[in-house]
Each structure stands twice: as C-alpha cells, then as structure tokens.
C-alpha cells in the first residue's frame, strides 16, 4: 500500500506546544521504518523525550541510531552553524579565522534569519547526503519542530535569505531547501492538534499561514490524544441536565464524573466536526494513551493508525 508519507524526502511535524508533535514524529518515524525507509528524526535545541519514546540512546548533536532503521539528532544552532560555516568555506583555516572570531559571531547573531536557517539547513543537508553506492544516507528526514511561533520563525528563516541575502553559496543553499520544502511531491507539513477547541482554531490559521504567506504544502492534520466516546449525544445530554448532586452518595460520585466526562466529550465532538468541515487535507486520529504513552509498545499503536 502506498501512503501520502511514502514518497516525501521532507517532513517537517508542528503544531502548539505539548499537543504531541514529538510522540507523533516518533510514530510516523515508526511506520516509515517498517516500511524499510532509512529514517532521521531532526528536533532542534529540544529536551529531547524522543529517545525514551523509542528506548534507544539519548540523542545530542551527533546523529545516533535508536531503532532499526532510525536515527536521531538534536541541532543545536551554534554547532549546526560551525558545521555549516566548515562546509562552505572548506578550508578549515579561514573558517577559524571566520567564525571564531567574535565580532563575526555577533555579526551572524544579527543576520535574520541566519540562526534559523543554521538548524532547518542542517535538517535538508541530511537529505542530500548519500552512502558510498549512491543512494540516499536518509529516505527521509522528520523535522519535529519547535512549537508554532518557533517553529514558523524556522521556516521563515530560509525564505528570508532567499529574499535577501546577496546572491551567492548561502542564498543557493538556501533556495534548494526552500524549493524541497515547497514541493509537494518530495516534501509536507503534518500539523498536529488535540480534539479540544483553542487548538483547533490555531490549527486552522496554522493551516492558512502554512498556505497563504509561506506557501508550503500541508500533508495531513494529525488529531491526537481522542477519547474514545463513552456516552452517546442523548446520554450526554441526560447527564449534563442540572440536579441537585450530593457528593457524599457514590451514585451521584459517579454521575459528577460521567458529567465531566459528557463535558469533555461535547468538546471533543464539536472540535472533530469543526475540523472536517475545515480542512481539506487527510485527518489522521490517534487515540489519547492512558498507560504509559511513553513506550515503545505505546508509540507502536499509535503508529498503526497512521496510514
Ligand atoms: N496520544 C496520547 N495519549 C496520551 N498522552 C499523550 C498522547 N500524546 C502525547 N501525550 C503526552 O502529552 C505530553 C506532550 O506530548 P509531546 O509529544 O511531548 O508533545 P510536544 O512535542 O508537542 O510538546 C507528553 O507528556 C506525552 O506523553
Ligand atoms: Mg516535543
């Protein structure tokens, strides 16, 4: 079965902090591995849980293999751009004599744009490199990206020194990436939202500035953490009617927590039916996890309904 994430090279997964963009790169990381793809999961200067999610190695600057067919990094800007100021300017001389020189080093903190791209770069170069036999050393690469403000600062990055820069290596580099980036056959965003209502209305402009002002193509919408219904919609409202509780009575105990429960179910109903009246690309569902999400076993679920 062929699958919309098959064929990227580039995967850039975001969305409001603490939604589940870092379990969700863990799950499509596991799928795509199956698959037999070579897989690199790039987060940048985060603290990093992926490496618990899928019980391998701590992940730092250097890339590390966590699972069969996956691999890790942690990008952190000022080594990405020490990496990134050695491959351009080869010569290891002049690079010293370039960027270890303070007033430089202030000079490419000011650069807009500069400290972004330093990360997102580094993240595309791993598309780029290939293994002695030509193939590609990654099938794809998953960018876990920082949370919404950040993440859209990143990829602001490039595309500011593409409209800016001078002409010359740095603007070419960065107009490849950017014309990955804005392919829809090699690369794609996954946003990742919760069932509740203020994540779905910052999904949905997300979803227009991805569009409109950065012109990137969105692959799917992952919905993360729903519950699975316990009530149906007349259930739901029999529990919500007012009466008088007493909370001393287990009876009414039981009927204050199926209430919270309905509650959050009416949220989550009219989350999901806003969303598919919204948005025109794939929603992808994972259910909330309620014993130890942070588990292989539990990432390996979650990676079975991703399609
Ligand atoms: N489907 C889920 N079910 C239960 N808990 C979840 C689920 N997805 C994420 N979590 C929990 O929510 C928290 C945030 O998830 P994480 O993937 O780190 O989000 P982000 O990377 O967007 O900040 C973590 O504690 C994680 O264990
Ligand atoms: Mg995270």
């Known amino acids: 079965m062929t699958s ?88 290891r001389a002049v690079y010293r004599a370039v960027f270890e020189n303070r007033l430089v080093k ?93 994540p779905v209305t910052e999904t949905l402009d997300l979803l227009e500035t991805m569009r409109s002002d950065l012109k990137l193509p969105v692959l799917e919408v992952v919905v993360n953490g729903v519950l699975p219904p316990l009530f149906s919609s007349e259930e739901r409202g029999a529990l919500l009617a007012p009466r008088d509780l007493d909370p001393s009575q287990l009876g009414d105990a039981a009927l204050a927590a199926g209430a919270r429960r309905a509650r959050r179910e009416i949220v989550q109903h009219d989350a999901l039916v806003r969303l598919r009246e919204s948005v025109d690309v794939p929603l992808v569902y994972l259910p909330h996890v309620f014993a130890d999400v942070d588990s292989l076993k539990a990432i390996s679920d979650l990676a079975s309904r991703i399609h």
């Open 4 to 91: 919309p994430l098959d064929s990227r090279r580039f995967l850039y997964v975001t969305g409001k902090g603490g939604v589940g963009k870092t379990t969700v790169t863990a799950a499509v990381a596991l799928v795509l591995a199956s698959r037999g793809k070579r897989v690199l999961c790039a987060m940048c200067q985060a603290k990093e849980r992926l490496s618990a999610l899928l019980e391998g190695p701590p992940v730092g600057d250097e890339i590390v293999e966590l699972q069969h067919n996956i691999w890790a990094v942690n990008i952190q800007p000022e080594v990405a751009l020490a990496e990134y100021g050695q491959m351009t300017l080869k010569v």
């Open 106 to 198: 202030a000079f490419l903190r000011a650069t807009p744009g500069l400290y972004q791209w330093a990360m997102l770069g580094k993240a595309w170069y791993h598309t780029t490199e290939t293994l002695p036999d030509g193939s590609p050393r990654f099938d794809v690469v998953i960018v876990d990206a920082p949370s919404t403000g950040h993440g859209l600062d990143m990829l602001r990055g490039p595309k500011v020194i593409v409209d800016v820069a001078p002409p010359g290596l740095l603007r070419r580099e960065a107009e490849k990436a950017w014309s990955m980036f804005s392919d829809p056959k090699r690369s794609g965003v996954v946003l990742v939202t919760l069932p509740e209502e203020m």
